[in-house]
DNA sequence: TTATACGTACAGTTTAAACTGAACAAACTT
DNA sequence: AAGTTTGTTCAGTTTAAACTGTACGTATAA
């Protein structure tokens, strides 16, 4: 019984270490953590409970994981009580979460960079500033690339 | 020329915007910038100034970048003070530092996480908690797969 | 309707990270 | 050798993030 919580407890705290991978911060991802190990959606009671933080941190913390899609609410009948749970197939979600994230980033930044890069060109002709911003853009479509060749 | 300026700025605080992505906090993406732009090596001090910030942070600064293999010290005869320099193709350098990361952490997790099932399954046989770990372990699998399949 | 239970907003506090200046140590200069 | 110059260590401070408790609004229950 307390054999079986310290073994909880590891995969909580192991588990918890790949998901700050996602650039998820380290309460967030034992938050998500805990409410992966259980096998019914929690209550934010339950939840500030097992994290020994307020209710209002795990409001946050779980507010901030939705809008990451990887809790969703749950509703179930006779309960009034806002239930959270983790979606199925956790690769995909945040996989998808994450390249997405850096897809995104490297699209405005292209574009960005492409507006100086014209500013520069009109103002500032032959300087050596342009010779690292085509090195930047280049970078920036490197990255694209090995991105955009992975799939889920 | 101060309009060169503003452009070199815009330039610095875009660039810094995608080595953050590479999980490496602001100021140090911001010091990274500066000495990428700048066509020559770079002193402390000269970074001190550009950065406004002391010399003992500059100096700490420096010092993860050189441990990421991101920057590192060379030598100009007649000059007595260190010079730093950014290396050559970024891309590979960001790339390898990244993966490299990633694959090192999902060794240990995938080495950790197995212990932790030679434990439950000695103490624990049957319990919800054993199709957890294997999806863990199946979790980890697959990032490991997704990383390996990408090439610098 | 009144009363109770729940989620969220907000001000203030605690905690951790970033930063600084002074002091030290090592290397160079004279 | 004595005197500078430079990088680094460390204690203390500033700044930003995380967290808490109270208070408010909304929904359910009586």
């Known amino acids: ?22 650039d998820i911060s380290p309460t967030d991802a ?15 009671d339950e939840m500030s409970q097992v994290m020994g933080k307020s209710k209002t941190s795990v409001n ?16 179930k009948k006779g309960v009034r009580k806002n239930l959270y749970t983790t ?20 699209n405005i930044q292209k574009q960005t960079i492409h507006a100086i890069q014209e500013k520069a060109n009109h103002r500032d002709q032959g300087h050596l500033i342009e010779n690292r911003i085509n090195e930047m853009i280049e970078f920036h479509r490197l990255i694209e690339a090995s991105f955009n060749k992975r799939r889920l």
């Open 1 to 22: 019984m307390t054999l079986v919580d310290t073994i909880t407890n590891q995969l909580i705290h192991e588990f918890s270490k790949t998901i700050e991978m996602f």
């Open 30 to 44: 034992r938050l998500f953590t805990i409410l992966y190990l259980n096998h019914q959606p929690m209550t934010l």
């Open 60 to 75: 946050t913390g779980i507010r901030t994981l939705i809008d990451l899609n990887l809790v969703k609410q749950v509703w």
């Open 87 to 106: 979606d199925k197939n956790l690769y995909q979600r945040f996989m998808q979460a994450y390249l997405g994230k850096w897809r995104n980033h490297i």
